[in-house]
């Protein structure tokens, strides 16, 4: 059975730093591209990042773009969101979500787990 478990959120000051991890477990990470998704009360989730199954190649929201960067360590079946001059807007509950297609899309329709979601606030 496939787990997805995002850690490392919490409260963090506006332009303060915060980095997620999503441990998985139950299928062939490598295979996997992964994604990362927030959700605002009141708002619908979007998409923050994706990488794909290799690493290769990664998506940016552009509301993140030069701020938030996505990397996976294959062998430790985790991915990683690393977040940067982080702002009120930020705040949200926080998914990682996994891709069997493997490329790592921006759509949410694409992705067959997901994880219980981390909460990120950042006060301003």
């Known amino acids: 059975q496939a787990q997805l478990v995002e850690s490392g959120g919490g409260l963090v000051q506006a332009g303060g730093s915060l980095r997620l991890s999503c441990a998985a477990s139950g299928l062939t990470f490598s295979r996997y591209g992964m994604g990362w998704f927030r959700q605002a009360p009141g708002k619908e989730r979007e998409v923050v990042g994706a990488?794909?199954?290799?690493?290769?190649?990664?998506y940016y929201a552009d509301s993140v773009k030069g701020r938030f960067t996505i990397s996976r360590d294959n062998a430790r079946n985790t991915v990683y969101l690393q977040m940067n001059s982080l702002n009120p807007e930020d705040t949200a509950v926080y998914y990682c979500?996994?891709?069997?297609?493997?490329?790592?899309?921006?759509?949410?329709?694409?992705?067959?787990?997901w994880g219980q979601g981390t909460q990120v606030t950042v006060s301003s």
């Open positions: 979500a996994a891709d069997l297609h493997g490329s790592g899309s921006s759509n949410s329709e694409s992705y067959e787990y």
């Open positions: 990488i794909s199954w290799s690493g290769g190649r990664t």
